[in-house]
Every structure is written in structure tokens, then in C-alpha cells.
């Protein structure tokens, strides 16, 4: 079964860190980029970050560049996205993806998504 499975979300305060955590439970996307988007209530889906397969590869939206970082580890099958000095409008559903587009900001695959609120 296709599945990616994320985790890590939560309720923080302006300034503070999460680490989210994105799991192929299937092993279904070995081989594939993977990336996080966020969907904030009344807004479009965006896209936050993304990595390549080898983790050679990253590419990050701007508002979230130099407080983002997005990593890798294959042999759990797992993408991280580890969330610095946060911001309120950082607050969102984040959503796992795959694909083979994922670092042009384009995903084939969803995961269902966590929940990030960062309070002021």
C-alpha cells in the first residue's frame, strides 16, 4: 500500500523547533525526491521544501530558507523536516510528498499531513 506517514507536529511558541518526520511505510517511493508543502486555513497549498533521492539535491522556498532544513536517511525510509525559529504564518498542515517532480515544487504522492500551530 502507498503510504507516507508524517509525524512530528505540534503546538510551539514563536521562536521555538519542531522536527517533523515523513515515513515510506511501503518502501514504495525508494528512488524518488521527496518533499513537505504546507496548507494554511484559506490559502493554497504551498511548497516548503524538497530533497533528491542521493540527499545531494535540496531546494527551499524563500520564506523558509536559513531556518528550514530538510535531510534524509534511506535506510529508514524516512525524510525529516527540522523547523527553526519559527513563525506564526508558519503555522499550517504540513504535508509529506513524493514524485518525481518534487524538487521543482510539483508532487504525484500525498501523505495525509500534520498539524504545526506556532503561537505569538
Known amino acids: 500500500q502507498v503510504q507516507l506517514v508524517e509525524s512530528g507536529g505540534g503546538l510551539v511558541q514563536a521562536g521555538d523547533s519542531l522536527r517533523l518526520s515523513c515515513v515510506d511505510s511501503g518502501r514504495t517511493f525508494s528512488g524518488y525526491a521527496r518533499g513537505w508543502f504546507r496548507q494554511a486555513p484559506g490559502k493554497e497549498r504551498e511548497f516548503v521544501a524538497a530533497?533528491?533521492?542521493?540527499?545531494?539535491?535540496?531546494n527551499y522556498a524563500d520564506s523558509v530558507k536559513g531556518r528550514f532544513t530538510i535531510s534524509r536517511d534511506n535506510t529508514k525510509n524516512t525524510v525529516y523536516l527540522q523547523m527553526n525559529s519559527l513563525k506564526p504564518e508558519d503555522t499550517a498542515v504540513y504535508l509529506c510528498?513524493?514524485?518525481?517532480?518534487?524538487?521543482?515544487?510539483?508532487?504525484?504522492?500525498w501523505g495525509q499531513g500534520t498539524q504545526v500551530t506556532v503561537s505569538s
Open positions: 530533497i533528491s533521492w542521493s540527499g545531494g539535491s535540496t
Open positions: 510528498a513524493a514524485g518525481s517532480r518534487v524538487l521543482r515544487g510539483e508532487a504525484d504522492y
